[in-house]
C-alpha cells in the first residue's frame, strides 16, 4: 500500500507552512447556502435489539434523561457587557497575550503600543469570533450526527444519534441567540473549518464521519468549552457553556465506545488511513484557531502576527495546546497513536500536543461532566 504523504494529506510539505496555510482564504464569506456532496449509503437495520451493545445503551437513557430547552432553562434575562465577558488580556494566564505576554515583546508587531482600549477590543472581537466558529461548528456536527443515524448499522448506535442530533440543534440555537442578542453579531465559519467538515461529510464511511466529528471536532469542543467556562464569570454564557458540556461529553465518549470496538476489527492499511484523516484534522483545527479573521478585522499584520503564534515555544502556547487534550488520549485508547509504528504519534509530536496521551480518556468520563442532572437535583 502506498502511504500519504504530509503534501497529500495537508496540501503542503510541512504542517507550520506559514505562506500555505494563509493562501487558504474563505472566498464565499457572504454566503448563506453552503452546499456539500454526501457521498454515503443509508443503512437500515432489521434487528431491532435493544440493548446488544450495553455501553451505547446506557449513553442512550442517559441522554433520554438529560435534554435541556435552551429557550426555557437558560437566564436569557441577564445583561450582558461585551467587555466583560472574558477576563481582561494579560490576566488570563495565557503568556501569548496582554501587556506582559509574548507578542507584546515582539517589534514587528503592534501589539506593544497596545493601551487598555485597544485590549479591550481584542477581547470583545476573540469572544465573538470564537462564539461563532463554535456556532458554526455545531451546525457541522448536526448534519454529521444526522448522516450517522443513517449510516450507521447498529441500532443502540442509531438510537443514540438520534438524541445527540437533538442536542447539536439546540447547541445551534444558544450560540446564535448569544451572539445576536448579548455580543455583537457572528464571523462567517473559518475556512480551514469549512475544509474540515467539508472532508467529514464527503467520506462516504460510516466510522469516518465518527472520528471526524465525535473524536476530533467535539474532542476539541469540549475541552475549549471547559476552558471558557473557566475564564468567564459572565453568568448566562458560564451556565450556556456548562450545559453544552453535559451533551459533548456524551458525543465524545458515543465516538470512543463505538469505533473501539470497530477498530478492533481494522486491518493495518484500513487504520492507518484513520490515521492519516485524524491527523489532516489535527493540523486543520490548529490552523484555525490562529484567528487570521480577527487580526483583519482590528487592522493587524496577518502573516507576521501568524508566524510567531506558529513559531512560539510550547511552554508558551500551552493554551493552544491544551485544546488537544481530550483528542490524544481517545486517539491513544483507539489504537491510532500506536498503529503503523506509532506514525501517528510521530504526527502528533511534530505539532506538540503528545504529552497530553495518558490524560483520561471520555469513554466514561461524560457521568462526570452531567451539570443537567445536577442541577434538575438541586432545584427539587
Not at 28 to 39: K, L, Q, W
Not at 109 to 117: E, H, I, M, T
Not at 189 to 204: A, K, Y
Amino acid at each position: 500500500m502506498t502511504m500519504a504523504t504530509e503534501k497529500d494529506l495537508l496540501g503542503r510539505d510541512r504542517a507550520d507552512d506559514l505562506e500555505a496555510i494563509l493562501a487558504i482564504a474563505n472566498q464565499d464569506s457572504d454566503a448563506v447556502i453552503h452546499s456539500v456532496e454526501d457521498n454515503a449509503d443509508a443503512i437500515f437495520t432489521w434487528d431491532y435489539e435493544k440493548g446488544e451493545r450495553p455501553a451505547l445503551n446506557k449513553l442512550y437513557e442517559k441522554a433520554k434523561g438529560a435534554q435541556w430547552n435552551g429557550e426555557t432553562d437558560l437566564p436569557w434575562d441577564t445583561d450582558v457587557d461585551p467587555t466583560q465577558v472574558l477576563p481582561a488580556i494579560g490576566s488570563t494566564g495565557d503568556p501569548r497575550f496582554g501587556p506582559d505576554g509574548t507578542l507584546a515583546q515582539n517589534p514587528d508587531l503592534p501589539f506593544g503600543k497596545f493601551g487598555p482600549k485597544e485590549w479591550e477590543e481584542m477581547a470583545v472581537e476573540s469572544i465573538n469570533w470564537r462564539l461563532s466558529q463554535f456556532m458554526h461548528g455545531e451546525q457541522g456536527a448536526l448534519l454529521c450526527t444526522a448522516k450517522i443515524v443513517e449510516t450507521v448499522p447498529w441500532i443502540d448506535a442509531k438510537y443514540y444519534a438520534s438524541t445527540q442530533v437533538m442536542d447539536e440543534a439546540r447547541h445551534v440555537e444558544v450560540f446564535a441567540k448569544y451572539l445576536d442578542t448579548k455580543l455583537t453579531g457572528y464571523y462567517p465559519v473559518n475556512t480551514h473549518l469549512r475544509l474540515l467538515l467539508d472532508d467529514i461529510i464527503q467520506d462516504s464511511r460510516w466510522d469516518m464521519t465518527y472520528l471526524g466529528m465525535q473524536i476530533m471536532v467535539e474532542g476539541l469542543a469540549l475541552a475549549a468549552f471547559g476552558f471558557m467556562h473557566q475564564l468567564t464569570e459572565e453568568p448566562l454564557l458560564k451556565q450556556l457553556l456548562r450545559y453544552v458540556m453535559s451533551d459533548e461529553a456524551r458525543h465524545v465518549a458515543f465516538g470512543v465506545l463505538s469505533l473501539k470496538e470497530y477498530y478492533a476489527e481494522l486491518t493495518d492499511a484500513e487504520l492507518r488511513e484513520r490515521q492519516e484523516f485524524a491527523f489532516e484534522a489535527a493540523v486543520r483545527m490548529r490552523d484555525r484557531f490562529l484567528q487570521q479573521e480577527v487580526w483583519e478585522r482590528l487592522g493587524i499584520p496577518v502573516k507576521p502576527t501568524v508566524k510567531a503564534l506558529l513559531d512560539l515555544p510550547a511552554e508558551q502556547n500551552m493554551f493552544q495546546q491544551m485544546l488537544f487534550s481530550k483528542i490524544v488520549p481517545n486517539c491513544k485508547k483507539l489504537g491510532l497513536l500506536d498503529a503503523s509504528n506509532g506514525w501517528l504519534r510521530e504526527r502528533f509530536a511534530e505539532i506538540k500536543v503528545l504529552q497530553f496521551e495518558d490524560m483520561p480518556d471520555t469513554g466514561e468520563e461524560y457521568e462526570v461532566f452531567d451539570a443537567v442532572t445536577a442541577a434538575r437535583q438541586a432545584a427539587s
